[in-house]
């Protein structure tokens, strides 16, 4: 057991590394302290020596109207290029969906015929209709389900959804599909969104992707469908773990919040956040908010951290106590002395801005531009004051400042599109798939700004 601010970490599977910016709380309570998990997933040293492990794939391609002409010719080749990718051992099954939902695949071996079969299914494939994502992504987790099941050995089961759209059609509810993505994790089967354009539901594709174990990304252009697809394919061969869950055992009174969109449960004192798949020696931060009661001078109260796991090569779950770490009790001056873990509070910042960034886009879409202008006030007032003493955290501020005033009036589709990617693969740690530079989060506050 810690007993004062000293990272804990667990060595199994991947390597789990919890610390806080600080651990001295005020006995009169309310104080607010962060907890820094670091994950790094373990490192696939056998990967060019090795047979890689079957690839059980289902591709879920939008046909509804609004893709018609070049993304749905991208979505097209992209298809096309994975089948050339595919080997001898994969299976793919191929959907599509508009107002009704075709199987054009089902499960299909990628032999040379096979691959000639869906290659066929895949060049007539034309628009129509209206948009049940809901419904297409489905029927294409049934055929990587279905597959599953026959398998005589462990399969990577992955379902790639692409849409430019928001479902208007079947089940629309973003928390009803992230609850369908959860248990198809669970089992096994991980879905990873593109987003296509500038029409798309952000918040139903990143939905299903987080909660689906996989990666959401945005092809704004038709051409980039193609680079993204062949990218996220190249990802899903190369994850060592699946299906990470972090848990948390909390003292009576402390409560837990999530900076990010990373999905999380509370169950009494029980906190877990779902982190889903990551590729090979990748590190991803989660930073969780604690707020503590009150307690008597010089008592402590521990913070149990855990994890849980799977590989890709096995249905078996895995799992590992990390440690404790302790908060302990103090005054209130005794409090204001105490120095921060200067690395952790660098990684609290960063994670903080990019949760209030995404946060204030979510409610200015949404119409509520007073409630986040009111929002971004709130936590600029806490947050400037955290920053304090941080090197290099002073244009993390100087962007929070900038923003207030722009959330209200509307930021474009496209505007905003790009803000909740950046923001979103910054608190997960991913990488940007695509070749073209975007601007920066505050380089599109700024020129919004000019425009207002």
Same mark, same amino acid.
């Given at each position: 057991?810690?007993?004062?601010?000293?990272?804990?970490?667990?060595?199994? @599977?991947?390597? &789990?590394?919890?610390?806080?910016?600080?651990?001295?709380?005020?006995?009169?309570?309310?104080?607010?302290?962060?907890?820094?998990?670091?994950?790094?997933?373990?490192?696939?040293?056998?990967?060019?020596?090795?047979?890689?492990?079957?690839?059980?794939?289902?591709?879920? +391609?939008?046909?509804?109207?609004?893709?018609?002409?070049? %993304?749905?010719?991208?979505?097209?080749?992209?298809?096309?290029?994975?089948?050339?990718?595919? $080997?001898?051992?994969?299976?793919?099954?191929?959907?599509?969906?508009?107002?009704?939902?075709?199987?054009?695949?089902?499960?299909?071996?990628?032999?040379?015929? @096979?691959?000639?079969?869906?290659?066929?299914?895949?060049?007539? &494939?034309?628009?129509?209709?209206?948009?049940?994502?809901?419904?297409?992504?489905?029927?294409?987790?049934?055929?990587?389900?279905?597959?599953?099941?026959?398998?005589?050995?462990?399969?990577?089961?992955?379902?790639?959804?692409?849409?430019? @759209?928001?479902?208007?059609?079947?089940?629309?509810?973003?928390?009803?599909?992230?609850?369908?993505? $959860?248990?198809?994790?669970?089992?096994?089967?991980?879905?990873?969104?593109?987003?296509?354009?500038?029409?798309?539901? %952000?918040?139903?594709?990143?939905?299903?992707? !987080?909660?689906?174990?996989?990666?959401?990304?945005?092809?704004? $252009?038709?051409?980039?469908?193609?680079?993204?697809?062949?990218?996220?394919?190249?990802?899903?061969?190369?994850?060592?773990?699946?299906?990470?869950?972090?848990?948390?055992?909390?003292?009576?009174?402390?409560?837990?919040?999530?900076?990010?969109?990373?999905?999380?449960?509370?169950?009494?004192? $029980?906190?877990?956040?779902?982190?889903?798949?990551?590729?090979?020696?990748?590190?991803?931060?989660?930073?969780?908010?604690?707020?503590? %009661?009150?307690?008597?001078?010089?008592?402590?109260?521990?913070?149990?951290?855990?994890?849980?796991?799977?590989?890709?090569?096995?249905?078996?779950?895995?799992?590992?106590?990390?440690?404790?770490? !302790?908060?302990?009790?103090?005054?209130?001056?005794?409090?204001?002395?105490?120095?921060?873990?200067?690395?952790? =509070?660098?990684?609290?910042?960063?994670?903080?801005?990019?949760?209030?960034?995404?946060?204030?886009?979510?409610?200015?879409?949404?119409?509520?531009?007073?409630?986040?202008?009111?929002?971004?006030?709130?936590?600029?007032?806490?947050?400037?004051?955290?920053?304090?003493? +941080?090197?290099?955290?002073?244009?993390?501020?100087?962007?929070?400042?900038?923003?207030?005033?722009?959330? &209200?009036?509307?930021?474009? =589709?496209?505007?905003?599109?790009?803000?909740?990617?950046?923001?979103?693969?910054?608190?997960?740690?991913?990488?940007?798939?695509?070749?073209?530079?975007?601007?920066?989060?505050?380089?599109?506050?700024?020129?919004?700004?000019?425009?207002?």
């Amino acid at each position: 057991m810690t007993h004062a601010n000293q990272p804990i970490t667990g060595q199994t @599977g991947p390597l &789990l590394t919890a610390r806080l910016d600080r651990s001295l709380v005020n006995i009169e309570g309310g104080s607010v302290r962060h907890l820094v998990v670091t994950v790094r997933a373990p490192v696939d040293d056998s990967a060019a020596t090795k047979p890689r492990q079957p690839l059980n794939l289902g591709l879920v +391609i939008d046909a509804s109207g609004s893709m018609a002409g070049a %993304p749905l010719d991208a979505a097209k080749s992209a298809a096309l290029g994975v089948i050339e990718a595919l $080997r001898d051992a994969d299976h793919l099954s191929l959907v599509s969906f508009a107002s009704d939902c075709i199987c054009h695949a089902n499960g299909v071996r990628m032999t040379a015929d @096979g691959r000639q079969t869906a290659a066929e299914a895949i060049r007539p &494939l034309d628009t129509r209709g209206s948009t049940d994502l809901g419904g297409g992504w489905l029927l294409g987790c049934e055929g990587v389900a279905r597959r599953q099941a026959a398998a005589d050995a462990p399969e990577r089961n992955r379902v790639i959804l692409l849409s430019d @759209g928001h479902a208007n059609l079947g089940e629309c509810d973003p928390g009803v599909l992230a609850r369908h993505a $959860r248990a198809l994790q669970d089992h096994g089967v991980l879905t990873s969104t593109v987003g296509i354009g500038i029409g798309y539901s %952000p918040i139903q594709l990143q939905a299903i992707a !987080e909660q689906g174990g996989g990666r959401m990304h945005d092809a704004e $252009r038709p051409e980039e469908i193609v680079e993204i697809v062949l990218a996220e394919l190249a990802e899903t061969l190369t994850t060592t773990v699946e299906n990470v869950e972090l848990r948390l055992t909390l003292p009576d009174g402390m409560t837990a919040e999530i900076y990010g969109t990373t999905p999380t449960t509370t169950a009494g004192n $029980r906190f877990s956040a779902l982190l889903g798949a990551m590729t090979s020696g990748t590190t991803r931060n989660i930073v969780i908010k604690l707020t503590c %009661p009150p307690g008597a001078a010089d008592s402590r109260l521990p913070i149990g951290v855990a994890a849980s796991w799977r590989t890709p090569d096995s249905p078996a779950a895995h799992a590992c106590e990390v440690g404790s770490l !302790e908060v302990h009790y103090g005054s209130g001056q005794a409090c204001l002395a105490q120095p921060r873990d200067a690395g952790a =509070a660098k990684t609290v910042a960063e994670q903080w801005q990019a949760h209030i960034y995404h946060r204030a886009v979510v409610l200015n879409q949404d119409g509520e531009r007073e409630a986040a202008a009111t929002f971004v006030k709130r936590e600029l007032q806490y947050f400037s004051t955290y920053c304090q003493g +941080i090197p290099g955290t002073e244009r993390f501020v100087r962007g929070i400042i900038e923003l207030l005033p722009s959330v &209200l009036t509307t930021f474009s =589709a496209r505007d905003a599109k790009e803000m909740l990617l950046s923001t979103y693969k910054m608190t997960r740690g991913e990488v940007d798939r695509r070749s073209v530079r975007r601007e920066t989060v505050d380089e599109i506050v700024r020129s919004h700004r000019k425009k207002q």
